[in-house]
């Protein structure tokens, strides 16, 4: 019962995870007044996406022993910081463009803020309450 619990609380993080990147993007397209852009907005959000799913778990970010734990928070911020290049370097290769620096930053650093955020409230709305230390 236990372990059910613990794995439909991970995919509430995943998915949460993965909406935090959505909006990240979605907030990247608004800023440069491109709403509008519709699926090209894929070109930003599956690379972002695809390089947290490649980094986050090795990182212990899924680690359900460290998700209870608020001195663990860091841990989803610290993979962010470094998946957001990775991302950054699949959208490149991606679209057969350059990686520009300035991009890589503020996309990192916006994924890591998001990231933080949801974590944050998953924790004081969820984590600390259905999951155990071990």
């Known amino acids: 019962m236990a372990k ?3 794995e439909r609380l991970l995919w509430v993080l995943v998915l949460g995870d993965l909406l935090a990147l959505l909006i990240v993007t979605i907030f990247g397209f ?4 491109e709403l509008n852009a519709g699926a090209r907005m894929l070109t930003t959000f599956l690379p972002l996406a695809a390089a947290w799913i490649m980094v986050a778990p090795f990182l212990g970010a899924y680690d359900p022993s460290r998700l209870a734990d608020i001195r663990n928070i860091w841990r989803p911020g610290y993979a962010m910081l470094l998946a957001g290049p990775l991302a950054a370097w699949l959208r490149a290769l991606l679209l057969g463009s350059a990686i520009i ?3 890589v930053a503020v996309l990192s650093g916006f994924a890591v803020l998001a990231i933080l955020l949801w974590r944050v409230i998953f924790w004081a ?3 600390r309450r259905h999951l155990s230390y071990g």
């Open 125 to 127: 709305l969820w984590a």
């Open 4 to 6: 059910l619990h613990t």
């Open 101 to 103: 620096p300035v991009f």
């Open 30 to 33: 608004a800023s440069h007044s």
